[in-house]
């Protein structure tokens, strides 16, 4: 059964390769998702404090400048930003450490970055099967 909208997702990642990659894989079926980019955390929050945006989704890298995923997190629980909005973690790092903070912050969930491209692509159809066709998002 497919969706009768597009699904928002907010990709929150400084590294363009990594986005376009991360684009690519979210193209490669036919559920619609529409993705917007921020570079850093800072943009990210300013882009989730305006009243009109909402994504469905946030995508959330750890390692970035200005503002790190973590700083992102907390942010989001101070302004009540993500309340109804899953944050998934997408980052490189598998340590347990920054795993337990993910969630103790209030992560959704928690993905290691795959390596290769084609897992890649499985992660995305994972995603988009999770969050946008079996669970039923808040609106």
């Not at 009768?4 to 036919?30: G, N, P, R, T, Y």
Request: glycine share 2%; net charge negative; aromatic share 8%.
């Amino acid at each position: 059964m497919k969706p009768k909208k597009d699904f928002h997702v907010l990709l929150v990642e400084d590294d363009i390769d990594d986005q376009q990659l991360i684009e690519e894989a979210f193209q490669d079926s036919d559920l619609p998702v529409h993705l917007d980019f921020a570079t850093d955390g800072r943009q990210a929050l300013d882009m989730l404090s305006k009243a009109a945006y909402a994504p469905d989704l946030i995508l959330l890298d750890l390692n970035m400048p200005v503002m790190n995923g973590f700083e992102v997190l907390s942010q989001l629980q101070l302004r009540n930003l993500s309340s109804r909005t899953p944050v998934v973690i997408l980052t490189t790092s598998s340590d347990k450490d920054q795993v337990n903070r993910s969630y103790d912050l209030g992560a959704s969930s928690y993905i290691v970055k795959p390596r290769k491209y084609t897992d890649l692509q499985v992660m995305a159809n994972n995603l988009r099967s999770y969050w946008f066709q079996t669970v039923v998002l808040p609106t």
